[in-house]
Nanobody, 116 residues
Framework: QVQVVESGGGEVQPGGSLRLSCATS????????MGWHRQAPGKRRELVAT???????KYADSVKGRFTISRDSAKNTVYLQMNSLKPEDTAVYYC??????????WGQGTQVTVSS
């Protein structure tokens, strides 16, 4: 059984902050990377940020300078600190786990809503 569980979503005002968490049951020995994607209503799912087991990080241009991805390797958990949130950040945020042997797994998503 593979588990990918997100938490931390909610509703905030523009300029506010949230921190998302994602924990996975995938063995650390099989993890290649973890990250976050999001899907807004009527739009395609898009990459937000990823972090590899080697510590390589990349962000979507739209979130650079505002979001920070980090991980706790001992807990197989990845975090997404989201600051200076904008209404355009409103979406369902999905955790992505990349397994070395069997590809990727998705969490069920957590809703982030940014509104006045």
């Amino acid at each position: 059984q593979v588990q990918v569980v997100e938490s931390g979503g909610g509703e905030v005002q523009p300029g506010g902050s949230l921190r998302l968490s994602c924990a996975t049951s995938v063995s650390s020995s099989r993890l290649a990377a973890m990250g976050w994607h999001r899907q807004a209503p009527g739009k395609r799912r898009e990459l937000v940020a990823t972090i590899s087991t080697g510590g390589s990080i990349k962000y979507a241009d739209s979130v650079k300078g505002r979001f920070t991805i980090s991980r706790d390797s001992a807990k197989n958990t990845v975090y997404l600190q989201m600051n200076s949130l904008k209404p355009e950040d409103t979406a369902v945020y999905y955790c992505r786990v990349d397994d070395i042997g069997y590809g990727g797994y998705w969490g069920q998503g957590t809703q982030v809503t940014v509104s006045s």
